[in-house]
């Protein structure tokens, strides 16, 4: 379950960490003063998809309403009209979406040159028109000189947003051509009063933990096994560290887990041991894996030693971010070749 996947009628308003940058271009189009292209910029699971979708349909929502979103109004669509209707239904012939296609890993040339025909004939509505172009990074080489191309020619009438989880991979004259609005994480008491007005009281902290407080990642992950997935490995990896399991084993657990997701739990997971190697303290909602690491790493009355595992630990780190953005590159990754290497680091890891 990603982004995508939730139906944005539930979202017709910006999400409560997104007030700036909704007040932004809300400015912007009543004073008729929008630019031809945004950047949408975050991380994954933000809502940065949800938001261009959302303000899409306000922008030509027949009857726009304000309604109050973390104590400020804010104008949204009505969802009643003509126009909500169909962009709801994601059938508006005046808003369109720009993705990857299925079986593909790039945006290719002749999407964007469609996109263009889009962008020179009238508009249906007599409003405005809409592109969205999900995760604007998958350009191939022809398909982003095409875009520039729309960019260097822009239609007063139509707006561009693209949206990118990765916006430095863009090509950088594409990037230059567009408005950037950067989306951030909310703050921990955003996120957690967000989450527990879906979900309930249940798990909420160690789900945004898990995500790194990014909302929607954590409503992914409420939405599958990932607790039972999560203490699976977290219990193989500490097992290989007490010599109780091989790495062929903790390899095992990854495709039912899925890649992506090991290495989030593995990240938040090291933090942890970090923390834990600096300074002693346990953090509240510990997995009962972590015990036997907590003895091998007993912080040390001799700085230097406890330096340098914390030192490791922290390189480690460094290694599967790095095997993440792997992942999720538009090249060709081996997710098990990666994750192969990951764990034999972690095999050879000094703790002690």
Known sequence: MNESTFSTNSFSAPLPWQLDQWSQLSRAFAAGQMAHAYLLAGSEGLGK????????RTMLCLKPTTKEVAGKEVRVSCGECANCQKGGAGNHPDIVQIEVEEGSKNIKIDQIRWLSEFVIRSSHSGAAKVAIIQDAHLFNGNAANALLKTLEEPNKQTHLLLVSDHPGRLVATVRSRCQKLNFQTPKASVAKDWLEAILGGSNIEALLEASEMRPLTALRLA??????????FLQSICDMKLGKKSTQQALALTPKIGESDVLLHLSAFLSKLIKYCLTGSKLRDDDPAFEGLYT??????DKQITQ????????FYSEVELARKQLASAGNPNPQLIME????????????
């Open 223 to 232: 939405g599958g096994d990932w607790m039972e997935g999560r203490a699976q």
């Open 341 to 352: 290497s990951i764990l034999w680091r972690w095999s050879q890891l000094e703790l002690s």
């Open 49 to 56: 998809s949800l938001f261009a979708e959302s303000f899409a």
């Open 296 to 301: 091998l790493l007993k912080p040390s009355n």
């Open 308 to 315: 340098s595992i914390a030192s490791s630990l922290a390189l």
